[in-house]
Each structure stands twice: as structure tokens, then as C-alpha cells.
């Protein structure tokens, strides 16, 4: 059975303690708190000292909503997915099932916003409220939001990319199902997943291809690659020589395996782990432009959510290291939006080209 935490709605003394001792929420904010109530402390007194005496005291929603707010929060930047429509469409048919789904949303309290400008692309935006009962009180109600990107090619289809979440999903998977039912036909997609080739040096060749595939960019490292092999059954084996190995079989497997450093890609454990059947469903590596010499360097990464199966293929720009006097930096800054654009491009193009190679055209 599922479990869940306590009532979203109730915020008991020590909720509001606990929720004040924590880091997102610094000493000046729990004396803004005070001071509306016409309390003053002093700048000596200990964040500690004024979250137990303000948890004393009866905190209304608006109180609520202040520290919430400052826990609720994620930074966590997420990842994209994206997928081809086979089906020739018209602009006026997803612009009338986004409007479908807008009025579906504001019964639930989500905000929907769409643009149309762009003639080769329709871009949905939606905040909404992810909630969460496993986290503490006032962490259970999480503001995000989400992206739905219909973008049009030369001969006329669309593809969907949308930020990778079950949230997002299910909003794509209702667009596509109203029109559909406007065009009288399915909406018939293509993704990207080896759910058909469970060979695992074909699961690891397709990432190979991938990080060496980014068009105009040269792969300069590949820092973390995590293995996975699929849990199997205790294996029948009558043969005597082989008593080592049906020990090894038989030891608790080990599912998923991480590796983090440079070029973890070449290196002997690796080799040992794809020998004994493992192979890679994420990774994540630095690439840098072929147009200039010192232009920075861009973190990428990509991988499959569901491992077995190999589907649930996402992406992202995570970072960008900063290039300064000859060589890269431990500086950083945030991808800008046109890099994240054309990066997220490149990234399915290299995704679809690679899926080619493995599966054989």
C-alpha cells in the first residue's frame, strides 16, 4: 500500500517549528513574522529562540503561505522528452485541443497560457501545484511549472517536446487524444526507445552514438555513466566447472551501478561491468562547439526512465563551464534559452541518428 504523510490543510506547533528551522527560511523573514504582529526582537536572538516562541502562537494562512513558500519551491531544473507525430495535422487542430485542455485545467486551479506567434511553432505554458504527502506539511504543496512545445518541420508534421514528467505527460497524452477525436484519426507518434532491442551491447552502443553524435560540437568528456542489468532468476546450471559462476549469480545482484569522473567511458570497470552484462541507460558529458576555440563548454545529459525496457527517453542542458584564458574553468553559468533551444534540437537529432545505427537503419 501507497503510503501517505499527514493532511495537507493542518500545520501543528511543531510543523511551523520545524518547517522555520530549516535553512530556506532565514532569521529575517521569521522577524518580518514578528514584526507584523507588533513584536520586535533583538539581532542577537538566535533563529532557534524565535522559531520556538512564533510557533507558540496562532499562525493564520497568510503565515502559512509565507513559509511555504519558501520551502515548496523547486530549483530542481528538469529534464525534456520529445516524440515525432507520424499523422499530418492542421495548426487550427492542436490550437482547438489546447483550448480544450485550458478549460479542463481551470476547473482544477491550473493556469494554461498559450502562444501562437511563431507560425512554425505553438508554445503552452502551465503552473500548477504538484503535491506531494510524503513530505513534511508545509513542503507538500510544490509550485511548477510545465512546458508543451508543437513544433513544425519542412514537410509539414509536427513534433511535441514537453518538459518529462507524469504531470506534463498525462496533459500531452489528453491533447493528443482531443484531436484525435476532432480529426477522426489517432495521433500516431514515433519515440525514441530500444524497448525492441533488449540486447545490452546495443542499449550501450546507442549511447556511444549519441554523445559522439551532437551536430557541430566535438564530445570532450563523459563525467558520470550509470549501468543497469535486469534482475533474472536463479539459474539452473548442472555443469560442476561452472560452481563460481553459479555463486556469482546467485550473490544479491546489484541492479544499477554509477560511475563519476573523466572519461569514465574508457575505463576498466566499465568494461568489466558491460562484460558481465550491464549496460548504459544515462548519461551525462561535456561537449563544446567546433565554431570557436574558446567557446565554453556545454553539460549535457541524457538517459532512458525506465531501464528495463530502455523507454522514456529525456534530456537536458544541465550547465555550462565557462571558458577563460586558454582553458575551461570551474566557473559556471545557466544555459541562455536560444542554447537550450538549439541544444535540445541537436540532442533529439543525434538521438533519432543513433537509434538508426543500433537498430540498423
Known sequence: ????????YFASDKVIFDSISQRAVNVDIVRELLEERGIFVSSKTSKDELAKYFSRLTADYFDHKIIAGKLGRIAKKERFTAFDIDNLIERDQIVDAVKEMKKELDVRGDALNFDTSDPSKIIVEIAYDHIDYTKAELRQVQPRDAVIEFIKDASGKYSVRNTHNNYTDSVVEKICKFIGEASGIPVSRTTVNLQSHPEATKRTAFFEELIKGVTGHDLVTVTEAFCYKPPKGKIQDDDEDDDDERELEDSPLVERVGLRGRAVTKSLVIDGLFKTGYYIIKVIFHVKPKSSLDSDVFELEAQFSEPRDCTGFSYQTKRVLIFEE????????????????????????????????????
Open 326 to 361: 586558454g582553458k575551461v574553468t570551474d566557473k559556471t553559468r545557466h544555459p541562455k534559452a536560444a542554447e537550450e533551444a538549439a541544444l535540445a534540437q541537436l540532442i533529439e537529432q543525434a538521438a533519432k541518428t543513433a537509434y538508426k545505427a543500433v537498430a540498423g537503419g
Open 1 to 8: 500500500m501507497k503510503r501517505f504523510g499527514p493532511s495537507l
